[in-house]
C-alpha cells in the first residue's frame, strides 16, 4: 500500500513544506508597496509591471466572518468564513477554525494547513484556514 | 445635445415560470414595451439584450419572436447590472444620433439554469475556501453591526417592507405580508441572514423602448413619456490595500456620474429603486448614493422614513427583495417602476408628487474589487 504525499489544493496560492508548514503567496509592487492575494501581473494602483512574488504574513487580525449554513456540495455546513486582515496590508478570506460563539471581530488569528480532501485522483489536498491566537 | 426619453415599458410576472424560455419571457416584455408605446416596432432602430445565464444570442431570438429583423442587436451581460447596462447602450445610441428610437431588455429564466446558493465564478480563489454570495454580504452586514450597532430587528425591517410593497405590486414574484419574526425564525442562510434576508431566484424579463427628444415632439406622447436623465455605469476598482466594507466607493461614483449628467443631486431625489439582493446591501446601496448619512439609514427605516408615504421611499416595487430576482432583468424592472411612478401609473403603491427617481444595480465580484460593475441611473418628470 503506497501513501501518498499531500499536495496544496491551489499550488501558486498556498506554499506547502515537507514539515506541514505552509504560507500564501502574494504579490508586493516594489514602487508604491501595494500588496495583492492572489498574485498579480500589474499593480492596480500604480500600473507597474514587475510586482514580486512573496510569502504573506501568518499572522493577523479578523475583519468581519459569518456563519455559513448554505453553501456548495464541495462544503460541509456550519462553517465560519471570515475575512482576515494580514501586514501588507492584505485582506484575505478563509474559513476560522473556531466555534462560531469563540470568534469576534479584531481577533488574532493565525494561518494554519488543514487537510482538504483528495483530488480526482486520489491524492490527498491540503488547505488552508485561520485559527484563533498568534502563531508562536 | 438630445433628451432621451422612455416612451415604452413592459414587463412580465416575476416569478418560477417552469414552462417558459428567456427568449419567449423576453418576447412578452418586448409586445408589452411596443404596445405600451404604440409604435410601429419598425420604427425601432437598435436594441440591447442583457441575459447572464442564458444560451447565447438570447437577444436575436426575442428579436425574431416579435418580428423584428436586420436592426443591430447587441447581447450585454453585466452579471446583475446586464439590463441596466443594455439601457445604456440604447440611451448613447441616441445620445450619438445612431438611433431615434431604440429597444432595451433583459431577460432571464433562472429557475432553469440555476439552483442553490449563488457562488462567484468557479476559478474564484474565494469560491475555492468556500465564499457564497450570501456569505460575502452577511460578512458586510456583521461588520456594519459592528461598526453603527445595526440591529438583527432593523434588518429585518427591510425584507417586510419591501414584500409589503411587493404585495401590492401584481408582477412581483412575492404576494404576502411577512412579519419580522418571520424573518428572524427563516431557515438560516448565512448569519446573521435567513432566507427571508436574500432575494428569491426568478424567471423574468422587462424591456423599455427610448426615443430621443424630437422624436417625441414629432410621434410621441409627451404626457407619457418620461425623461432618462442619466445612464451611469462603472467597472469597481481592485483595491490597493484592504477598504471599508460598509460603505460604497463604487455606488457613490458611479451615482455622482448620474448626478452630474442630470444636474440633480442626492436632495432632489424623491424615490429610490435600489439593488437589494440582501437586506443590508439597501443599506449601503441607499448610504453609497448620498440618500442618508453612513451609519443612519437602518434608523430611518424603523420610523417609516423609506416606506410608500415616507419621507423617500425606497423600492416602492418590492425591490429584489420581494418583486423578485431575475438578474438581468431586474435594472430593466427598476427603470419600469420609476416610469410607472414617474406617470402616476403606480396604482396602490403610487408615490404622491413623484417628480424624480434614482435606480441602482450592481452586479459581480472578482477578486480584489468590492463590486464588478455598478450602474445607477435617472428619470424625471
Ligand atoms: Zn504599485
Redesign the interface.
Known sequence: MTTRTPVSFRPHDLVVDDDGTGFLRGSRCPSCGAHYFPTREVCAGCLTEDLETIPLPTDGTLYTYTVVHRSTPAFEVPYVLGYVDLPGPVRVLGQIDADPEEVAIGMDVHLEIVPWGTNDEGTPLLGYRFAPGGDA | MTDVYVIGIGMTQFGKHPDRTAAGLGAEAVRGAIHDAEIDPRAIRTAYAGHVFQPMVTGQQVLGQVGLAGIPLANVENACSSGATAIRGSFLDILAGEADVSLAFGTEHLTGAFK??F?PGEDD????????M??VY???A??YM?EFGLTREQLARISVKNKRNAALNPLAHFKKDITIDDVLMA??????FGLLDCSPVSDGAAAVLLASGDWVKRHGDPSRAVRLSASALRTG??????GS?TFEELTRDTANDAYERAGVGPEDIDFAEVHDCFTIAEVLRIEGLGLWEQGTYPAAVERGEADIGGRLPVNPSGGLLGKGHPLAATGVAQVVELVKQLRGDAGSRQIEGAKVGIAHCRGGKT??VEGAACTVQILTK
Open positions: 442553490g446558493a457562488t480563489p474565494e469560491a475555492a475556501v468556500g465564499a457564497t450570501p456569505a452577511a460578512m458586510r456583521r461588520r459592528e431557515k438560516p442562510i448565512a448569519e446573521p476598482k481592485v483595491e490597493t490595500a484592504p466594507m477578486v480584489g
